[in-house]
């Protein structure tokens, strides 16, 4: 069974910076196709914030861009988020996501349980 092991989060300061981690627990061996972000704020539906690709594309949604960073370590078993110039708006609970291969269910999608990142004014 996967697992999206994540940390980071907790209250922050606007304009403060926060990083998130997430890292991919499997007793076997596994392949990362594409791991992301989202975001869900009380009362409002879940949303992409970024997500990277095993290439290590990336893309952002619009409100994040030019503050967030998704990123990998060497051996694309974490993802972080790194989050600066934080903002109100960007409260809610975040929730790490990918699309994991493994030799016994293929590819398949999994979600970390979230985190809480609340940015007060």
């Known amino acids: 069974q996967v697992q999206l092991v994540e940390s980071g989060g907790g209250l922050v300061q606007t304009g403060g910076s926060v990083r998130l981690s997430c890292a991919v627990a499997h007793r076997s061996w596994f392949v990362i196709n594409l791991m992301g972000w989202y975001r869900q704020a009380p009362g409002t539906q879940r949303e992409l914030v970024a997500r990277?690709?095993?290439?290590?594309?990336?893309n952002y949604t619009d409100s994040v861009k030019g503050r967030f960073t998704i990123s990998t370590d060497n051996d694309k078993k974490t993802v972080f988020l790194e989050m600066n110039s934080l903002k109100p708006e960007d409260t809610g609970v975040y929730y790490c996501h990918g699309n994991i291969w493994t030799p016994a269910t293929g590819s398949q999608y999994y979600w970390g349980q979230g985190t809480q990142v609340t940015v007060s004014s």
């Open positions: 990277i690709t095993s290439n290590g594309g990336t």
